[in-house]
């Protein structure tokens, strides 16, 4: 139970279960305590082993090493966007110099490019205006992300209990 375990009440319960999750049973209770007494805490190893036996699921450590993933996904979008707006902005730039170059010829071919240029940029930036209209809501690698911080303090028989209900209510909605 979180309210009697001085593991799952430690800021670094995180830390605590990542070291026993990636040494994979090389790590003894009584090297998690002096990895404790470390950190300033004190928490002996039968509290340790107490709250492997009963309290620890590997599966919340894959959700962090995960999490990892979703925020490269929310990453390469807002690069994506970023490179967008790049290209509008050579495209104005170019623009203006089209403009400049065509303001005191009578050139046709010189109106034609600056025109054909601006319909281009316009074209980019319609373009970024539905991705930043549709992005102006959580994305769906943002919302997982929310929702997993958000049960990070709970136990994990809680979080678990979280993820069943969410689930379920989700199916019912039609959502998979």
């Known amino acids: 139970m979180r309210g009697a375990c001085k593991v799952c009440n430690s800021p670094y319960m995180n830390d605590y279960e990542k070291e026993w999750y990636d ?13 404790a007494r470390t950190k300033g ?11 492997f036996d009963t309290h620890y699921k590997p599966e919340r450590i894959q959700e962090l090493l995960d999490k990892g ?3 490269s996904e929310v990453d390469k979008s807002k690069l994506e966007a ?6 509008i902005k050579r ?17 046709v071919g010189d109106l034609v490019a600056a025109y054909r240029e601006l319909r281009l940029t316009l074209q980019d930036i319609e373009t970024m205006r539905t991705k930043l209209s549709a992005s102006t ?40």
Do not use: M
């Open 137 to 176: 809501s959580l994305t769906k690698a943002e919302l997982y992300r929310e929702i997993y911080w958000a049960c990070a303090e709970l136990c994990p028989q809680c979080r678990e209990t979280f993820w069943v209900k969410l689930d379920e209510r989700l199916k019912k909605k039609g959502f998979s």
């Open 41 to 51: 805490e004190d928490i002996g190893r039968k509290s340790f082993q107490n709250h």
């Open 82 to 87: 970023i490179n967008i707006l790049d290209e």
């Open 23 to 35: 040494k994979k049973g090389q790590i003894t209770y009584t090297q998690l305590e002096e990895i």
């Open 69 to 71: 993933s979703i925020d």
């Open 91 to 107: 495209n104005l730039i170019g623009l203006k110099a089209l403009t400049v170059q065509a303001k005191g010829t009578k050139n």
